[in-house]
């Protein structure tokens, strides 16, 4: 039986290479935009090095917008943070050697008028997606209708896109398996190990920021041939095990 894979996760603003990584070796995405938002988190904000050293570009929402859908979060206007953004990534990365080529992605992303903080999100992911050539069927979850409970949402969403296979990343400790299990839905680990790369203003490396920390210092062919790789590492090491060892997870 061929195995049809989904990766499930929050839309994160300027995500860090570990998304865009599941996203790759994912045949789907689905951005799960129906799951309550958490105020500072990274649905909302990510981390880049700068002169002065590692610091947080966050965006604004509108007050009391804190509680609610991801989907129905607004952006607040109430001061000029693209042009704040802009600046704070300009001034930290203008000599690096591969800036211009996203910068002028950025600056176009940027120059649109977003009323919620998912279009803002999705359409990073998007324009990331697209220069490191990465061919995604992106899916919404509130397009699904599917049960409250946590992992069931998770089933339904597997089982409505019509794939056997969930990629997590981390311990999988936030799922009841067993329910992907009766439906036969295997489980399979990401497997992620951060790569590291030469980096501006930091003695150390420094993990887990914004890929664009990493798009702005190394070329573009590298980073889709690290992208490839994994793809296909993932493909022979996982998806050709036999599906058994991944759905009897415990």
């Known amino acids: 039986m061929s195995i049809k ?4 996760h929050q839309p994160n603003f300027l995500p860090w290479i570990g998304l865009i990584h599941k996203i790759c ?3 789907n995405y689905i951005v799960l935009d129906n799951v309550m938002f958490t105020r500072d988190q990274f649905q909302q904000r990510n981390s880049i090095n700068t002169m002065n050293g590692q610091t947080r570009l966050s965006v604004p929402i509108t007050k009391g917008d804190g509680v609610g859908l991801i989907k129905n979060i607004e952006i607040s206007e109430h001061f000029d943070w693209r042009k704040k953004h802009l600046e704070t990534i300009y001034y930290s990365y203008k000599k690096s050697k591969y800036f211009n080529e996203f910068y002028e992605r950025l600056e176009q992303i940027y120059s649109q008028n977003y009323k919620k903080l998912i279009h803002l999100n999705v359409n990073i992911i998007n324009h990331i997606l697209d220069y490191l050539n990465v061919d995604a069927n992106i899916l919404f979850a509130s397009d699904v209708v599917t049960r409250a409970d946590k992992t069931l949402r998770l089933v339904d969403l597997c089982e409505a896109t019509g794939v056997n296979a969930y ?12 329910k992907f299990i009766e439906k036969g839905i295997s489980l399979i680990p990401q497997g992620f190990i951060h790569p590291s790369y030469d980096q501006m203003h930091a003695d150390q490396f420094t993990s887990n920021l914004s890929i664009v920390d ?3 210092q190394r ?3 590298e980073i889709i041939a690290y992208l490839d790789l994994e793809k296909e ?3 022979s090491e996982k998806l050709k095990t036999n ?7 415990v």
């Not at 990629?167 to 067993?178: F, R």
């Open 219 to 221: 070329p573009k062919s």
């Open 233 to 235: 590492k993932f493909k």
């Open 214 to 216: 990493w798009i702005f």
């Open 5 to 8: 894979t989904v990766c499930i």
């Open 25 to 27: 070796i994912s045949e």
């Open 243 to 249: 599906n058994t060892q991944y759905t009897s997870l």
């Open 167 to 178: 990629i997590y990343g981390g311990t999988a400790d936030y799922i009841v398996k067993e």
